[in-house]
C-alpha cells in the first residue's frame, strides 16, 4: 500500500511563497509518475502539475505557469510543489497523487489517471 502524505501548506499573504512536500512511503518511488492537483471551496479538483518517473518532465498549468515549479527528489521519496507569487485564487486544499506506470516521461492532467492520493494540505492566501 502507498501512502502520501502532503505538508507544507498554511496561511500566506498575496505575493508570498510556500513549498508544498509530498512524501511517498512507497518500495520504488521511481515506479510512479506524480502530480499535485488542488480543489477550491466549491470547485472542481483542478490539475497543477506533472511530473515523469524520472524528473525528466515536467508540466505547470497555464494558471500557475511562471510562479510555481514541480520537482522530485527520488532518492528522498519526496516531491515538491514550489509555489511563488501566491494569488488569492490559489487558496485551495492542494492534494499529491501517484499514478503507477511503465511509461517514461509521462505524466497525466487526469485525476482518473493516478493510483493513490494524499489527504491533502490547505492553502490560504490572503490579499
Known amino acids: 500500500q502507498v501512502q502520501l502524505v502532503e505538508s507544507g501548506g498554511g496561511l500566506v499573504q498575496a505575493g508570498g511563497s510556500l513549498r508544498l512536500s509530498c512524501a511517498a512511503s512507497?518500495?520504488?518511488?521511481?515506479?510512479?509518475?506524480m502530480g499535485w492537483f488542488r480543489q477550491a471551496a466549491g470547485k472542481e479538483r483542478e490539475f497543477v502539475a506533472g511530473?515523469?518517473?524520472?524528473?525528466?518532465?515536467?508540466y505547470v498549468a497555464d494558471s500557475v505557469k511562471g510562479r510555481f515549479t514541480i520537482s522530485r527528489d527520488n532518492a528522498k521519496n519526496t516531491m515538491y510543489l514550489q509555489m511563488n507569487s501566491l494569488k488569492p485564487e490559489d487558496t485551495a486544499v492542494y492534494y499529491c497523487?501517484?499514478?503507477?506506470?511503465?511509461?517514461?516521461?509521462?505524466?497525466?492532467?487526469?485525476?482518473?489517471?493516478?493510483?493513490?492520493w494524499g489527504q491533502g494540505t490547505q492553502v490560504t492566501v490572503s490579499s
Open positions: 512507497v518500495r520504488t518511488f521511481t515506479n510512479y509518475a
Open positions: 511530473i515523469s518517473r524520472s524528473g525528466g518532465s515536467t
Open positions: 497523487a501517484a499514478d503507477l506506470t511503465f511509461r517514461s516521461n509521462w505524466w497525466s492532467p487526469d485525476p482518473g489517471t493516478y493510483d493513490y
